[in-house]
């Protein structure tokens, strides 16, 4: 069974209240617009604190920039400066340097030149010095040449002389001792070396003359007779010898010598008599003196 359509239902609204909501809605108009005009004079402001600021930062920049170039240019004219002082003084080192190095130079070639004049004048000096000992040495062994002829003549006349004494036995010992009769023969005798010999003058005195390690006083000359008399004192004892002829040996024992001295009187003349003193090499002493 069909139903008869239904009829749609309406819902009727209330009355309406009194709108409240359009002065809130335009109030919240009138205070965002006002806060926009706010924003944007404050927005304005900041760009005009922005700009401002910027242009001082900007002013101070350009002040820094411009004073950093004032310096800098400053400081590079200082700089040209030391490296225009710091090139004039290397020039004048540089000049001073190579008037020292010519100084130097100059005197270098002084002293090589004094040098080589000394090397020179001490060369010829030496050479003169070698000729001079080869001279001398060329003298030398002519003199020596000379020398040895003349020893070599010498010694055949000391040969020859030695070969003339005249040879006299001793009153002691009975030996034939060679007896010199002037002075030529006994520098013969000297040159023997067999003993010692010493040369005395004696003058007739009251006191005695020391000849050697004796005392001989002269007690009487006879010129014509070539005789004489001594007194001879030795190791405290006295003994005389009269009437003895020139040349002859006198021998007498001393308490120092195994072997007797040997008076010789070569000269008589008045009241004086003259010849030599012969003593034995060795002077060790006698046994039991």
């Known amino acids: 069974m069909s139903s008869a359509p239904q009829q749609p239902t309406y819902i009727i609204p209330p009355p309406s209240s009194p709108n409240w909501k ?3 809605l335009i109030a919240a108009l009138v205070l ?4 926009n005009v706010f924003l944007f004079v404050q927005l304005d402001r900041v760009k005009t604190d922005s700009r401002n600021e910027a242009a001082k930062l900007s002013a101070e920049f350009n002040g820094a920039m411009e004073k950093m170039r004032i310096d800098s ?3 590079v004219q200082r700089s040209r400066r030391s490296v225009d002082q710091l090139q004039a003084r290397l020039a004048q080192q540089r000049r001073a340097a190579e008037v020292a190095v010519g100084q130097a130079k100059v005197e270098a070639e002084q002293k090589v030149q004094s040098l ?3 090397v020179a004048q001490e060369q010829a000096a030496q050479q003169a010095a070698i000729s001079q000992v080869k001279q001398t040495a060329d003298t030398a062994t002519t003199q020596i040449s000379n020398v040895s002829t003349d020893l070599g003549n010498t010694k055949t006349q000391l040969e020859q002389t030695v070969a003339n004494l005249k040879r006299a036995t001793g009153e002691l010992d009975n030996h034939a001792s060679l007896i010199a009769t002037n002075g030529k023969e006994l520098q013969a005798l000297r040159e023997l070396g067999e003993r010692n010999y010493s040369e005395f003058t004696i003058v007739k005195s009251k006191k005695p003359t020391r000849v050697g390690d004796v005392m001989v006083e002269l007690k009487k000359v006879d010129v014509k007779k070539n005789q004489f008399t001594i007194a001879i004192t030795v190791d405290d004892k006295t003994v005389e010898r009269k009437d003895r002829t020139i040349n002859e040996p ?3 024992l001393t308490s120092k010598a195994h072997q007797p001295d040997e008076l010789v009187i070569n000269k008589v003349s008045k009241n004086t008599i003259v010849g030599y003193l012969a003593t034995p090499k060795v002077q060790n002493g006698r046994a039991g003196t």
């Open 22 to 24: 359009t002065p809130l």
């Open 32 to 35: 965002l617009a006002a806060a």
């Open 73 to 75: 240019n400053e400081e």
């Open 116 to 118: 080589q004049q000394k």
């Open 250 to 252: 006198i021998q007498f």
